[in-house]
């Protein structure tokens, strides 16, 4: 009986002591891949190249992580913005340079520095080794409208067949801008700068943000979203009389490319 009984407790004990081990082979490991914190980084800098509706910007954002879920930061961007209604063609006259294209009725170039500070917030975790986190970020800001002269080549009315085109822009010869058979071809990115101007305003964006990097070190992420950018005044793309505008609102996609530390 002795026997029976001592055979019948050396089961249950080694039973016991294998469930036991195997609880510890299933719970630890599960414990370990669901976590969703991952590493926690202090600090983020990304290069956003955005692309909307008239124009584009690239630029750099300095974060600050106060929490997994919350990042502000601050940046600048520099780009170009351009009046909805602007459009580059050949022209129809028989003076424009092969190849060539003209903004026609384009009087200014626009070119915003924008600074702001920014409010990022995670809305769901990612798995260590895959997935996409979710968030939305909003962005406010000041920005110096650079408004460079836009300058194209043109003849001189009724001058001789074969004599040296004029670079010019709008306020030296309005008529050469309206007059397509004066035109010969665009003046270049080079000239203008002379007649540099500054309009003061403010920027706004909202987006949702895709993040394949939120727990790795270097930054992956897409954005797309809303950008408001609003003057002080009209700011003089276009030729009169085209209704210019001091506000400017745009749908944008941009890539982040950075790293945390």
Do not use: C
């Not at 702001?116 to 990612?126: H, P």
């Not at 801008?177 to 000239?191: A, S």
């Not at 992956?220 to 506000?247: H, K, W």
């Amino acid at each position: 009986m002795n026997q029976y009984l001592f055979r019948g407790f050396a089961i249950i004990s080694m039973l016991l002591v294998g469930l036991s081990a195997n609880g510890q082979e299933v719970l630890l490991p599960k414990a370990y891949e669901n976590t969703n914190v991952g590493i926690v980084y202090d600090r983020e800098l990304s290069f956003p190249v955005t692309l909307h509706t008239n124009g584009f910007h690239v630029g750099v954002n300095v974060g600050k992580l106060k929490t997994y879920y919350k990042t502000t930061y601050v940046g600048v961007t520099l780009g170009h913005l351009k009046h909805p209604r602007e459009f580059r063609r050949p022209n129809a006259g028989s003076r424009l340079q092969g190849g060539a294209n003209v903004s026609f009725g384009k009087q200014n170039t626009l070119i915003p520095v924008r600074v702001y500070k920014g409010w990022k917030r995670y809305y769901s975790g990612k798995d260590r080794r895959k997935g996409v986190a979710v968030a939305t970020s909003f962005e406010i800001g000041a920005t110096a409208g650079l408004l460079k002269p836009y300058v194209i080549q043109a003849a001189t009315e009724g001058g001789s067949a074969g004599a040296p085109a004029r670079f010019v822009t709008f306020d030296e010869d309005p008529n050469a801008f309206i007059n397509r058979d004066l035109i010969e071809g665009p003046g270049g990115l080079r000239r203008g700068w002379s007649g540099l101007s500054i309009r003061p305003g403010i920027n706004a964006k909202a987006a949702v943000h895709l993040d394949w990097g939120a727990f790795d070190e270097l930054m992956r992420a897409v954005e797309a979203g809303i950008m408001v950018d609003v003057f002080a005044s009209n700011v003089d793309l276009l030729i009169p009389p085209a209704n210019n505008t001091p506000l400017f609102i745009n749908f944008y996609l941009a890539l982040h490319l950075g790293k945390r530390e």
